[in-house]
């Protein structure tokens, strides 16, 4: 194997794996995906709710439970 040969799979390798890194990200950005309700205005601009579902977006709040204290008496 002359040595252009071996630096051409080399080249090549790298880019499969950079392909198969850049399919993995794209895959997990979509999970998991979330259902959130939002207030809009409709066309008459009536308050109403729509609703989400698909991958986590920043203006979204996330739900967190609030760790009760317990008053010491």
């Given at each position: 194997m002359s040595?252009?040969?071996?630096?051409?799979q080399k080249r090549e390798?790298?880019?499969?794996e950079k392909q198969e890194k850049q399919m993995k990200k794209d895959?997990?950005?979509?999970?998991?995906?979330?259902?959130?309700?939002?207030?809009t205005r409709d066309w008459l601009n009536k308050k109403s709710k729509a609703?989400?579902?698909?991958?986590?977006?920043k203006w979204m709040n996330l739900f967190?439970?609030?760790k009760r204290k317990k008053k010491e008496k």
């Open positions: 040595h252009k040969e071996a630096v051409r390798r790298k880019k499969k895959w997990d950005s979509l999970l998991p995906f979330y259902l959130q309700w939002y207030w609703w989400y579902n698909g991958p986590r977006i967190k439970e609030k």
